[in-house]
């Protein structure tokens, strides 16, 4: 079963910075790989699959990279609205689980 | 616009059962893989089944292996989480999921959440 990690688990960052997000998986995913942000009280949303191809509607700010078993979020300048929790989520094999998460909060 | 729109959580005992529905609307429902994922409040996100477009392929976690049952009906753009043999540890917003096949990664992702519906288990 495959096993995915987030680091860090907390970000801690300003507006107009630039957030880098790692995924890490305990076996080769390919680019079978999602990244989500969730914010309370709001349905998950999706930013990234195929391990670098931008969802619909998602800004250009917002772009991911890797294969195998190592990924990266990135944000490459934070707005107030994108402080929420990032998820990765690997589709590669079943049971299809997401990482813990990573928290960016307001420094 | 596309909706999902779940209903039927609420409190039951360790041990006993609850049907949760998802009525979707906004697009063709009959063409698409549909999820059910969770998120204990407080904690991570996990995927509990899916089913395919006709029903014929269904895939639990193993903690839901012969407790639940996912169903659909295509006709009613429904999509349905039977749980029984309720635990504890089974409290936790259920979503229901929209999945999309995207040629350009030759893969399914979940394109599309609903809010979801709380069941909490407890005694």
């Known amino acids: 079963e495959i096993v995915l990690t987030q680091s860090p688990a907390t970000l801690s960052l300003s507006p107009g910075e630039r957030a880098t997000l790692s995924c890490r998986a305990s076996?080769?995913?390919?680019?079978?790989l999602a990244w989500y942000q969730k914010k309370p009280g709001q349905a998950p949303r999706l930013l990234v699959y195929?391990?670098?191809n931008r969802a619909t509607g998602v800004p250009a700010r917002f772009s991911g990279s890797g294969s195998g078993t190592d990924f990266t979020l990135t944000i490459s300048s934070l707005e107030p609205e994108d402080f929420a929790v990032y998820y990765c989520?690997?589709?590669?094999?079943?049971?299809?689980?997401f990482g813990p998460g990573t928290k960016v909060d307001v420094k | 616009e596309v909706l999902l729109v779940e209903s039927g959580g609420g409190l039951v005992q360790p041990g006993g059962s609850l049907r949760l529905s998802c009525v979707a609307s906004g697009f063709d429902f009959s063409n698409h893989w549909m999820t059910w994922v969770r998120q204990v409040p407080g904690k991570g996100l996990e995927w509990v089944a899916n089913?395919?477009?006709?029903?014929?392929?269904?895939w639990y976690v193993d903690s839901v292996k012969g407790r639940f049952i996912i169903s659909r009906d295509n006709a009613k753009n429904s999509l349905y989480l039977q749980m029984n043999s309720l635990r504890v540890e089974d409290t936790a917003v259920y979503s229901c999921?929209?999945?999309?096949?995207?040629?350009?990664?030759?893969?399914?992702?979940?394109?599309?959440w609903g809010q979801g519906t709380l069941v909490t288990v407890s005694s």
């Open positions: 076996q080769n995913v390919g680019r079978y």
């Open positions: 195929g391990a670098s």
């Open positions: 999921v929209r999945e999309m096949y995207y040629y350009d990664s030759v893969g399914y992702y979940a394109d599309h």
């Open positions: 089913i395919k477009q006709d029903g014929s392929e269904k």
């Open positions: 989520h690997q589709r590669y094999s079943w049971p299809l689980p």
